[in-house]
């Protein structure tokens, strides 16, 4: 039998990875949100990989509570995700998907472009995702796993934002709606650049957005997050001293002041 691996968090990411490493013959053990880590991990202390797969807003205390046997064997797939967020958990190398595949509620997935991984435990993952057909692109260095996490979230946030604007299709925001996600963009690489604490490649990373804009142009522009996802960036703005004017812009239009 292969060795096990852990998913932590069984949404809808979770249980596309889960059903990936079934058919692969892994027994997987889940973690729940009512289940505690530790009584797994006394269980499978050692994984052949422990995935976590909450969204972004709950990564931080699920990584604070990883059980330590674990800690070498982190996956992780988060939108909005850079490597300041495993770091500041003194993680050294976790494997790391940038997903470009899409999966809602009662919807099979749809993949979008191959998704880029990094990291020790890429095998895991690509073997997982290969048996659902859902195209991987393994990536060489560190540098090129940042390059595609700020791309990644340079495609959501500003399909996201300037979608709170503009309402449609990332294809319709692209064609018709241009300037404003331009606009967007150059905000959230503002934003980008703090984060990952040296300039980035604007040109390159708005080149590969817009690859992404075409290889689904049907895609609609707001997920329920949006608001969030906007809220989130202003505070890092804030907290950066960055002026973002189109973001401060649409959040007078479009955010409630004092929503949370
Ligand atoms: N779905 C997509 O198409 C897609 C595409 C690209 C990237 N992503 C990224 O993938 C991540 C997951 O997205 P998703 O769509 O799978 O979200 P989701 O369906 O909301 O799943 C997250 C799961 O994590 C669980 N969870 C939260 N805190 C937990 C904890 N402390 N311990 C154990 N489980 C916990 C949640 O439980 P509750 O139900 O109790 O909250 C939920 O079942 C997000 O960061 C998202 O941005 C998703």
Redesign the pocket.
Known sequence: MKDPVVV????????VFARGFLRAGRPVFP???G?A?EAVAAAVPKPALALV????R??H??LG?LPSTWRDRVGL?????LPRDWKRHGLEQPTVIA???????GQDVKVILPSPVHGPRTPLIAEALEQLEIPVRVLESEQALEFELVRKNLY?LTTNIAGLEAGGTVGSLWSRHRELAEAVAEDVLSIQEVLVGHALPREALIDAMVTAFEADPDHGCLGR?APQRLQRALQLADDAGLEVPTLRRIASRHLRAGAD
Do not use: C, H, Y
């Open positions: 932590v968090g069984i949404g809808e990411m979770g249980g973690v729940t949100r289940t880590p797969a909450v969204a972004e709950d990564i205390p699920v509570d797939l988060q939108n909005e995700l997903v470009w595949f899409e999966k809602k509620k959501i997050s």
